[in-house]
Nanobody, 115 residues
Framework: QVQLVESGGGLVQPGGSLRLSCAAS????????MGWYRQAPGKQRELVAV???????DYTDSVKGRFIISRDNAKKTVYLQMNSLKFEDTAVYYC?????????WGQGTQVTVSS
């Protein structure tokens, strides 16, 4: 059964940090580029970070220098370290494959940046 389970979200003040985790199952995790996506209220889901099977990374401009994506293939888990969080980072965060052939979307994890 293909499944993605995100965790690690929460309420954080501006400038704070969070580390998100996404546990994958049911597919050969190591061969896929994986991504972290987010969806803010009233907005479309956007891809914010990608890590390839070779561990190359890429980020959308708004998070460059603040977010770090990583993966542990043995644990079939992808992580997103989020630093210097801003109000505009508030969203539900999801992980999934980064280049199509998507797995069913998980429930996501809510990140709220508020003072």
């Amino acid at each position: 059964q293909v499944q993605l389970v995100e965790s690690g979200g929460g309420l954080v003040q501006p400038g704070g940090s969070l580390r998100l985790s996404c546990a994958a199952s049911g597919f050969i995790f190591s061969i896929y580029a994986m991504g972290w996506y987010r969806q803010a209220p009233g907005k479309q889901r956007e891809l914010v970070a990608v890590i390839t099977s070779g561990r190359s990374t890429d980020y959308t401009d708004s998070v460059k220098g603040r977010f770090i994506i990583s993966r542990d293939n043995a644990k079939k888990t992808v992580y997103l370290q989020m630093n210097s969080l801003k109000f505009e980072d508030t969203a539900v965060y999801y992980c999934n494959k980064a280049r199509g052939d998507y797995a069913p979307w998980g429930q996501g994890t809510q990140v709220t940046v508020s003072s």
